[in-house]
């Protein structure tokens, strides 16, 4: 009877201890969190949108949202795989809007594939494999706009941020095996995409 | 497996050797499909020239991510941190700025108490007429968001009767030209 009576007093003492003192999260020291990873999540929102602006605002409001539900993470995932989910989730309610969909056919802050085809390192010298590299690279940015939204997402974290599977998987809260799906479609597209491309090449060549 | 019908590598496979993953089930296992790389060469360019694209997207993607938010940085902190001139002697400013007011402030309330600046009665009755006229066209925006059709659509909410009211109008008027006449 005395043992129960302690037990019931411990349990009801751990409680109050927790609802008094929130568990210590590495969201706590959430410049340091930024610090680590605002470059990647940046990347992830301005490659997948296309937008700086936009870009830049849903990267805050993904460290926002970390800090404001701390309390939730459990560490049962690396910080960034769950920084990472925020950011597919505020992706998907972003592109649903209204307002994305004007701003998307306006094209008003849309990012250029020439913008981005400036920063693919040159290693080579001559000027025919720097195209053949801008063209490639093209090719790609323009595929990965054809996309569905989740084949984005899922294609973006896989080659862009270079995820593996299970971490895809983890984020966006799907099966491995219907990631695999989606990375098959994405790659469907794009090889179609390069064939397309490859096919006048060869044609050329054979009537020179 | 390759089979002897299809000899080039089917999507899965190609997609499983991209990936470098655990390979599909319809798929073979990866040496079987390294073989064949090294002896087809179609598939073996494939596979290098898309290998190469992906790796070309990510670098360009991160550089270019790189340098944007890199002048997102330099521009919160040109906007947390003021100019650097100003920064340079901050004490020596603050300390004129001090001395300035001691000088005037004694001048400053002699002033200001010798001469109480009489109100202008023109200036009164002008600021009068204008607040009179403000509150009159205040008025008259009130009433014309609260009534239910606004002014400039009210010939449209009955255009029988307004059509009428103009041909009877019209008629009035002929008839009196031709009294006239």
């Not at chain 1, 054809?146 to 599977?165: G, P, Y």
């Not at chain 1, 096919?199 to 020179?208: C, F, H, I, Q």
């Not at chain 2, 299809?6 to 599909?24: K, R, V, Y």
């Not at chain 2, 204008?130 to 400039?152: F, G, K, M, N, R």
Request: with cysteine.
């Amino acid at each position: 009877m005395t043992s129960q009576v302690l037990v019931n007093e411990g349990i009801s003492a751990l409680r109050e201890a927790s609802v008094t003192e929130p568990v210590a999260t590495p969201f706590d020291d959430l410049e340091s969190v930024v610090a680590t990873y605002e470059q990647r999540v940046f990347r992830f929102m301005l490659v997948s949108l296309r937008d700086r602006d936009a870009a830049q605002s849903l990267t805050q409001d993904t460290f926002l949202r970390a800090w404001m539900a701390r309390s939730s993470f459990r560490g049962d995932c690396a910080i960034f795989t769950w920084l990472m989910r925020i950011a597919v989730n505020l992706i998907r309610d972003h592109t649903r809007t209204n307002r994305f969909r004007f701003w998307k056919r306006a094209d008003a802050n849309s990012v250029d594939v020439s913008e981005v085809a400036q920063h693919i390192p040159h290693l080579e010298s001559s000027l025919e494999s720097r195209m053949i590299a801008n063209e490639q690279m093209a090719i790609v940015w323009e595929s990965v706009a054809a996309l569905s939204n989740r084949q984005r997402d899922i294609f973006l974290l896989r080659f862009v941020e270079d995820l593996n599977l299970s971490e895809i998987a983890a984020i966006t809260n799907l099966p491995i095996s219907t990631v695999k799906s989606h990375l098959y479609r994405a790659l469907a597209i794009l090889r179609a995409r390069h064939t397309a491309s490859i096919l006048p090449d060869k044609k050329t060549k054979e009537a020179v | 497996m390759n089979s002897p019908q299809t000899p080039h590598l089917t999507h899965e496979q190609f997609c499983d050797l991209i990936l470098a993953g655990s390979p599909h089930p319809l798929s073979s296992d990866f040496a079987t499909l390294e073989q064949h790389l090294c002896a087809c060469p179609s598939c073996s360019e494939e596979l290098t020239r898309l290998s190469r694209s992906l790796t070309l997207f990510r670098e360009a993607s991160s550089g270019f991510a790189q340098q944007q938010l890199a002048e997102i940085r330099a521009h919160r902190t040109e906007a947390v941190l003021p100019a650097p001139h100003t920064l340079a002697r901050p004490l020596y400013w603050a300390s004129a700025a001090v001395l300035a007011l001691a000088v005037l402030a004694p001048f400053g309330l002699q002033h200001g108490s010798a001469r109480t600046p009489a109100p202008d009665a023109a200036a009164i009755t002008t600021s009068s007429h204008t607040q009179e006229s403000d509150e009159a066209l205040l008025e008259e925006i009130d009433q014309d968001i609260s009534a239910s059709v606004p002014s400039s659509m009210r010939p449209l909410v009955d255009p029988v009767a307004s059509t009428t009211a103009t041909s009877a109008g019209n008629t009035a008027a002929t008839s009196q030209k031709t009294a006239e006449n």
